[in-house]
């Protein structure tokens, strides 16, 4: 997906704290926020946002990749049977990025899909001829649990804050 920040519409500007004010931008399912000083123009921050988000965007993967040891530490029941299962679609999706004021790192908000299916299908290990698995469903895991990663360079993460639990 192709991003402009610069001509795309805003879907709200407003005030985030006593020195901030934030842009907020729907691309495809997720938001993008670009937050800007009280007293600056918002414009040199989406030049400057502009300049990195494709790469941010295309990034996304990886930044998914390197939260997922995170939700595998906090829900293992989950994990061990989604490795077993034929599943079509991975459990985590980015929600938002962020480019804070001041700081050259984006941050991705990365969560599970609040639409994500727990039926799955799994192979009995011990007839593995049988053509078709059985259905099954995967242990559930709030999509409330959160973690905000943040972007260092190509392929290059770290944890931003505290993970969010629910």
């Known amino acids: 997906m192709l991003i402009d920040l610069l001509n795309a519409p805003l879907l709200g500007h407003w005030d985030i704290d006593g020195s901030k004010n934030q842009c907020e931008f729907q691309c495809g399912e997720r938001l993008i926020y670009v937050e800007h000083l009280k007293e ?24 998914i990749a390197f939260a997922e040891p995170w939700f595998r530490a906090k829900h293992p029941a989950f994990w061990n049977a989604w490795d ?10 980015v929600y938002s990025i962020s480019f804070p004021a001041g700081d050259s790192a984006p ?6 899909d609040p639409g994500y ?18 259905r099954s469903k995967l242990p559930y895991f709030p999509d409330s649990d959160a973690v905000v990663v943040s972007r260092l360079g190509e392929q290059q993460f770290a944890l931003s804050e505290p993970a969010y639990s629910g």
């Open 40 to 63: 600056t123009s918002h414009v040199p921050a989406l030049q400057a946002a502009q300049l990195i988000i494709q790469q941010v965007w295309d990034d996304s993967q990886h930044a």
């Open 84 to 93: 077993k299962a034929t599943t079509p679609q991975h459990p985590l999706r």
């Open 107 to 112: 941050n991705y908000w990365i969560a599970r």
């Open 117 to 134: 299916s727990f039926e799955c299908v799994m192979h009995d290990e011990h007839n593995l001829w049988q053509q078709e698995g059985l």
